[in-house]
């Protein structure tokens, strides 16, 4: 019989999934299988990792939804097949040992995972057995939407309209599974179960505390509840205190949610917040491609130039962005949100971003790595083309003097200081007029307020003026 194995990675759904559709037509038998890779997790500094909690949660969810896709089609013991180790080394050999003449896979566009599938790809070849990728995570890839010259685009927003124009309604039809589930075939019967969290050697994190719903259910329940307020995502997108985003990013990182359903809903609501939030999906894309183009872009600047920008040496300012005692309330609140939850609010990170680059001074890929540690949904390409948006290194149409000033953000996006007081307890009973500014209260006023600055909440790090004049003759000497 003609038989495939379809190799799940940042796709961990059984619906609208691209390469188990096309497996599950073209194929008599396909088996499914997920790969905790040894060289992704041996890599991380804690053996208690939201994200590889995320992801075991999720992945004994698709098994159950496989087998039950299965039994209703008539078969039975179907499932995922779960290995533990390296992927280049598990999925060839468990290719060989069920007899497959194709491995299919959706697309990854981060180099190591290009690389690895290149490894892959060329050890079933040595077989006599096919790879085959798809494209799954976005809508657009690669070199799908480009100039009129035929080269990438540098910038978002010509790249949005070309993305716009593009669109056909089929570039958003789902692939279909249930209706061909009849050829998912049993597993070996030595590969019955999921490997319990604690037989990969991690431990439970405090991810069912957080209330962040995992798997293909949780990222349905998510949607659902966006869409009934993606009306007023527009304008409520930006403060962190209020329910205004979508909260799928952990759901788009690891496939549990498929992005063409998420389009083609957000696009028939056709709200302005609709229209909105289809935007930042295409951000999404943008910085995909730009990684798929640019893969330098991982240790170096988009702008070459900027590699000549000489960053400050300042291991305690470092530290006291990442702990949030910079004296900035809203900047210490968003970094400790992530501390915290391994969530942060999309405005909190180009707010914290700039004041790591604009105001302390400090380079681009040392914050970049803090927020690839924390993230829950640490993406390589948005992780990166984020940073390097707010550093001006990367592709921004506005110049480097572009500086956000903590405060008036804080006055603008977290008017009455709510966030903040949650985030940063030692300020809670800090009047409105001075929660973004607390260093400007006289000394009645902090004694009224619980709260002395300098000894239980630190005086700002840098005077942002100075700080941004300091930024300012930095880039110069770049630009000169």
């Known amino acids: 019989m003609k038989t495939a194995l379809v190799w799940f990675r940042r796709d961990l759904r059984s619906v609208d999934h691209a390469a188990l559709s096309h497996a599950l037509t073209q194929f008599e038998r396909v088996h499914c299988a997920f790969v905790f890779d040894t060289v992704i997790l041996d890599a991380l500094p804690s053996r208690c990792d939201r994200r590889v909690e995320f992801i075991w949660h999720s992945v004994v969810e698709l098994d159950g939804a496989l087998a039950e896709l299965a039994a209703a089609a008539g078969v039975q013991g179907a499932g995922l097949i779960v290995v533990h180790g390296r992927a280049d080394d598990e999925i ?95 597993r070996p019967s030595a590969r019955q179960t999921v490997p319990t969290l604690a037989a990969l050697g991690f431990e439970r994190t405090d991810l069912a505390n957080l209330r962040l719903p995992t798997g293909m259910r949780g990222g349905q329940a998510l949607a659902d509840d966006f869409i009934g307020r993606i009306a007023r995502y527009r304008e409520a997108r930006d403060y962190p205190a209020r329910k205004g985003v979508s909260y799928l990013s952990v759901h788009l990182r690891f496939g549990t949610v498929s992005v063409r359903e998420l389009y083609a809903r957000a696009l028939a609501e056709g709200s302005d917040g609709a229209q909105c939030w289809v935007d930042e999906l295409i951000w999404r894309e943008f910085f995909q491609m730009i990684l798929w183009h640019h893969p330098q872009v991982v240790d170096a600047s988009f702008r070459p130039e900027y590699d000549r ?172």
């Open 309 to 480: 920008v000489r960053w400050e040496d300042d291991p305690a300012g470092f530290a006291a962005w990442q702990a949030g005692l910079t004296g900035y309330p809203i900047v210490d609140a968003g970094m400790r949100q992530l501390r915290q939850s391994g969530y942060m609010h999309n405005r909190l990170r180009m707010v914290t971003a700039s004041f790591l680059t604009k105001d302390l001074g400090i380079d681009w890929r040392l914050g970049e790595r803090h927020f690839a540690a924390l993230l829950n949904d640490y993406d390589l390409a948005a992780n990166n083309g984020g940073w390097q948006w707010a550093a001006s290194t990367g592709c921004d149409a506005q110049p480097y003097f572009r500086i956000f000033n903590p405060v008036t953000q804080s006055e603008r996006f977290d008017p009455t200081g709510d966030f903040i007081r949650r985030y940063v307890p030692e300020l809670a009973r800090v009047p409105t007029r001075y929660i973004h500014a607390p260093w400007l209260m006289s000394a009645a006023d902090q004694a009224a307020a619980g709260v002395r600055i300098g000894r239980d909440y630190p005086a700002p790090l840098v005077d942002h003026a100075a700080a941004r004049q300091r930024t300012l003759a930095r880039y110069a000497v770049v630009k000169g």
């Open 92 to 186: 060839p050999a468990l290719a060989r040992e069920l007899g497959v003449q194709a491995v299919l896979a959706n697309r990854d566009y981060e180099p190591e995972a290009l690389a690895r599938d290149a490894r892959v790809a060329q050890r079933l070849a040595a077989d006599g057995i096919a790879f085959r990728a798809f494209k799954d995570q976005v809508v657009f890839e690669c070199d799908e939407v480009l100039t009129r010259e035929g080269r990438p685009f540098s910038v978002y927003t010509p790249y949005r309209h070309a993305w716009r124009r593009r669109l056909e309604p089929a570039h958003l039809a789902p692939f279909p599974v249930a209706p061909h589930a009849h050829r998912l075939a049993p």
